[in-house]
């Protein structure tokens, strides 16, 4: 009698998901059906490489970002490509390959610094605000839609030039364009955390908190922050996307980092458009490729999480898996029911059947 109980209880227990389908990117992979999947996975590995390359730069450039000659001399100003330059090199004399790696690392840095700078910043900001309100929230809220109305790349610009102070050292060109693309950013994650927090702590969960003696700060650390900040993963891959366009547009109109300190490919940009009236054109194209590939992989990432965090999505699964296992296990004359009520042969005057289970008739 104990071991049926036993067994049947096991029968009935829900099995726990493994440790690895919990993750972020593996459950939303197994969430994804169709196309959805097929822009997630493109998106994951364009990613990848992207994120790979940075990492590994110094590994994987044949040539440092500031190094004009080599073994056999001088590279040579804009060189045409070759077995020793597969990407030709530049008007300055710079290995166009060894430029395009490097400046995979800086851009990866910047967003690693703005973002996570504007995402520190913004969640505290609209937490506090949300949650107290009053004049506090009020200015925040005015000067927060003041500065998204400014015109980011502009307000990028002005930053830019008052935080370098004229400097074009790696880290203070890095430091510098990084805080001018965190403050553009700062707005949007407090608007968002700010929308969440008015309306979890008017949730029964908030006043049971309050009513049991629990203090602001333990409220909004613990039972409103983690519930307010679930679409940051959305926010932060779109944002990071706009964080690589932004350090090219700096680049592109000479604010960026000089060539000499790190390997941007705005600036590379900026210095093959003289290139492309004679014909030149493998000093353009393969930094304007970059920046294409880096954000079109994280945007696909972006907008494939968007489209999933939609419950609806979600919905339309659920139901097409729960239909699935119904028809494979319901016993009828013919089969299973999506082989129609007489079978697979059965199936009289080519009459079908649609996804809701309605005849259709040809």
């Known amino acids: 009698m104990t071991a049926t109980t036993a067994t049947s209880a096991t029968a009935g227990a829900v099995p726990k998901r493994r440790l690895r389908d919990r993750l972020p990117v593996v459950h939303q992979l197994r969430q994804s059906v169709g196309l959805q999947r097929g822009m997630l996975v493109a998106g994951l590995v364009i990613t990848g490489l992207f994120i790979l390359t940075a990492i590994f730069a110094p590994l ?14 001088a590279f040579g100003s804009q060189q045409a490509p070759s077995a020793e330059h597969p990407f030709g090199t530049t008007v300055g004399g710079y290995d166009v390959l060894s430029r395009v790696i490097w400046g995979a690392q ?63 050292s790696l880290w203070g060109g890095i430091l510098a364009a990084a ?15 700010r929308a969440e927090t008015v309306r979890i702590k008017a949730e029964a969960y908030v006043e049971s908190a309050k009513v049991l003696g629990a203090s602001n700060g333990r409220i909004m650390f613990r039972h409103v922050l983690r519930n307010a900040t679930r679409t940051l993963p ?36 900026n210095k093959a458009l003289s290139d492309v009236t004679s014909g030149i054109w493998w000093t353009s194209l393969y930094p304007g490729l970059a920046i294409v590939l880096a954000v079109l992989g994280i945007t696909l990432v972006g907008e494939s999480l968007n489209d999933l965090a939609d419950p609806r999505l979600r919905g339309r ?35 079908s059947f649609d996804e809701h289970g309605i005849e259709v008739k040809r």
Not at 335 to 346: E, R, V
């Open 317 to 351: 699964r659920r139901v097409a898996q729960a239909a699935g296992q119904v028809a494979e296990t319901s016993v009828v004359p013919g089969g299973t029911l999506s082989a129609g009520p007489g079978g697979l042969d059965g199936l009289e005057n080519g009459e």
């Open 60 to 73: 994987l450039a044949p040539y440092g970002f500031a190094q004009l000659r080599g073994e056999d001399g």
């Open 234 to 269: 959305l926010i932060f891959t779109l944002n990071s996307s706009e964080a690589i366009l932004t350090l090219a547009g700096l680049g592109f109109l000479g604010f960026g980092i000089e060539p000499t300190a790190a390997a941007e490919w705005g600036y590379d940009l």
């Open 179 to 193: 805080l001018s693309i965190t403050v553009v950013f700062i707005p949007q994650y407090f608007r968002v955390i």
């Open 106 to 168: 800086t851009a990866l840095l910047v967003i690693i610094v703005a973002v996570i700078a504007s995402i520190i910043a913004g969640v505290l900001l609209g937490l506090v605000s949300g949650y107290f309100g009053g004049w506090f929230d009020r200015v925040l809220v005015v000067v927060c839609d003041a500065i998204y109305a400014f015109p980011s790349l502009l307000l990028a610009i002005a930053l830019s030039i008052m935080i370098s102070g004229g400097q074009s």
